[in-house]
Nanobody, 121 residues
Framework: QVQLVESGGGLVQAGESLRLSCAAS????????MGWYRQRPGKERELVAA???????YYDDSVKGRFSISRDDAKNTMYLQMNSLKPEDTAVYYC???????????????WGQGTQVTVSS
């Protein structure tokens, strides 16, 4: 059974940084794409960043240049470095495992429990 556990959320002021971590277990971590989704208040869950098993990355336009996704296959861990945070980044952030080596939006089959990120103005 695949398990994903996020950590690193919290309350910060606009302009500050946070780093989220996702620890994975129960599958061969290096095979699949991994991604970070978020669900903002009143909005649907959206893919904000993904990293494929070959290292290629994807970012939603709203976070390009501010967020950086990475993975450490030796530690079965994925990270999301979030810089220059804005109030509109406030959301629950979810770690997700892709069903393919290079999953696109909608191709994620396992989810963590989520971690709250709140950015005050």
């Amino acid at each position: 059974q695949v398990q994903l556990v996020e950590s690193g959320g919290g309350l910060v002021q606009a302009g500050e940084s946070l780093r989220l971590s996702c620890a994975a277990s129960g599958s061969i971590f290096s095979v699949n794409a991994m991604g970070w989704y978020r669900q903002r208040p009143g909005k649907e869950r959206e893919l904000v960043a993904a990293v494929h098993n070959d290292g290629d990355s994807y970012y939603d336009d709203s976070v390009k240049g501010r967020f950086s996704i990475s993975r450490d296959d030796a530690k079965n861990t994925m990270y999301l470095q979030m810089n220059s945070l804005k109030p509109e980044d406030t959301a629950v952030y979810y770690c997700a495992r892709g069903s393919r080596p290079s999953s696109r939006e909608g191709e994620y089959d396992y989810w963590g429990q989520g971690t709250q990120v709140t950015v005050s103005s």
